[in-house]
């Protein structure tokens, strides 16, 4: 009797939701293996739904919802799509508080499972490959009013962010003639993906600080591990410029690196007797202040068209005015 409820159910339902829509979910989550979401060891949950939580917040993602309140009320109102997460339509969902303590304790390892299966799978289907892989990073902002550049209050007033967040830099724009830097406090996603049909093969997420070169070794060794790169063409843009990548990639994973050519600490300016550096123009530049940046004390030097009034006085055009710092 419970099964031909059920149906009856869905029959009733299906009148009341987007029919493309509910297609789509249907059939993400019959390809989609979730297994190692049940076999977890979790105190959130009954174990027959936490699979069906988990798809949940996968509908949450796919329809932008920002709170997990909008989820639930879209769920209570879309029973079918609820149904084909994998909850029982029969019972009242979970509550909101259910959801909200399900996603905060779930462990970033069942993720990561999750994902190299389907990866895997992907690979045996031959939709990806390794022959041509990228690697970039994105900036995740925490949830903090230090982000807010409208925010005048007092921040120790307000909630803390996590303890790992930390302060990053952003490009604003990526005009090869004036690029534009942000800082903001949060983290950084750094993804790994097949180039020709651009779907993530591996991820990692660090604290705002950590720069991308630093656990680029590292992504390429986990990859490895379950997805052999070997002989692949690794492409990246210039902030992962290091030898330690190319040595990696050739001698590990006889492969070849296309990497722009960074150009920083190449400029070497001429010095005078007395230390001044000269610009490009052959001026020399005045002592301008100290740094303390870094743990470090170094003498910052200046063009000497700095605290001009004419903007156009400096004879290179320069942006920046040749800030220099010895």
């Known amino acids: 009797m419970t099964v031909i409820y059920r149906q009856e159910i869905i029959q009733d339902i299906t009148l009341f939701t987007n029919q493309p829509k509910a297609k789509f979910y249907s059939t993400l989550f019959l390809h989609l293996d979730v297994s190692p979401i049940s076999k977890s060891v979790s105190k959130t949950g009954r174990k027959s739904e936490r699979a069906a939580l988990f798809c949940a917040f996968i509908v949450m993602k796919c329809e932008s919802f920002s709170q997990v309140s909008d989820l639930h009320d879209y769920l209570t109102n879309n029973l079918l799509i609820a149904y084909y997460c994998g909850f029982d339509i029969t019972k009242p969902l979970p509550s909101a508080s259910t959801f909200r303590r399900f996603i905060r304790k779930l462990d970033n390892k069942v993720l990561k499972e999750i994902m190299q299966i389907q990866v895997l799978k ?38 803390k962010a996590d303890k790992d967040c930390r302060i990053g830099v952003r490009a604003v724009s990526n005009q090869h003639s004036d690029k534009n830097y942000a800082y903001y406090h949060g983290y950084k996603n750094h993804v790994l993906s097949d180039t020709i049909t651009g779907l993530p093969i591996y991820e990692i997420t ?36 290091s030898k330690d990548i190319y040595n990696a ?33 052959g001026l020399i530049m005045n002592k301008d202040g100290k740094d303390h940046s870094g743990n470090r004390l170094r003498q910052k030097f200046s063009c000497p068209f700095k605290h001009s009034n004419d903007d156009t006085a ?13």
């Open 122 to 159: 992907l690979a045996e289907l031959g939709i990806i490959d390794t022959s041509f892989i990228g690697l970039d990073s994105t900036p995740i902002f925490a949830n903090t009013c230090l982000n807010n550049p409208k925010f005048f209050g007092n921040p120790k007033t307000q909630p």
């Open 206 to 241: 660090t604290p705002a600080d950590i720069a991308d070169n630093t656990v680029t070794l590292d992504i390429l060794a986990k990859t490895h591990n379950f997805l052999p790169i070997t002989e692949c063409s690794f492409l990246a843009d210039a902030a992962y410029d």
């Open 314 to 326: 400096c004879l290179c055009n320069h942006s920046n005015l040749h800030s220099y710092f010895g």
């Open 249 to 281: 990639v050739k001698n590990d994973y006889q492969g070849d690196c296309y990497i722009p050519i960074n150009p920083r600490n190449t400029k070497n300016l001429k010095l005078l007797p007395i230390g001044n550096p000269l610009c490009d123009a």
